[in-house]
């Protein structure tokens, strides 16, 4: 089973590290995994043009063709953002906008798949949960099925205090547990639904 990791922020830093912790995790069980990183990335925003739905492709011809080709190939997908004005980062938003040209294509497109969220917080309560939130709302507006780590410290996702510092990331234990946990789920759906 393949399982692909968006990290959006616009630097390789604390969400990356956290990302590729992850997909590691994944690796070591048997997953095969990729990442994309926003890092020097040429994404443009969507321009809502409608070229997609007559032509069956968008109109823009940047790195974004990398995530549409990465999407149709994998059975789970990772969102991994860092809080910027409370939020997802412009970076992942583009990203999810731009997905509309898929659908142009096939409507369930991305239906079934397995969906989990990664958010990092500069603070502790930076704004992790409305991360998490739009990145879940883009799992169910696109079929793809949200997972969280379960209602004891990772309702969401999985949720990071990185205090700006790489260092610092790698001593979120509470960070790492509700990794853990959302892990384990997002593992068990994978096995569940994905055949």
Known sequence: MKVFGICGSPRNDTTYHVLKEALDKLNNHGFETELFSCFGKDIGPCMHCDYCLEHKKCISHDDMLEVYEKLQQCDGLILATPVQSG?????????????????????NILRGKIG????????????????HLKNITYFMIHGIIPVSG???????????????????????DYGFESLNRTLTEFEKFLKKYID
């Open 116 to 131: 989990m969220s990664i958010a990092v917080g500069g603070d502790r309560t930076g704004g992790q949960d409305f991360a």
């Open 150 to 172: 379960g209602p004891f410290g990772s309702n969401l996702g999985a949720s990071f205090w990185s205090r700006d510092s790489i260092e610092d990331i790698k001593k979120d």
């Open 87 to 107: 939020g997802i980062s412009s970076n992942l938003s583009a990203i999810m906008d731009r997905t509309r040209a898929l659908e142009a294509v096939d409507y």
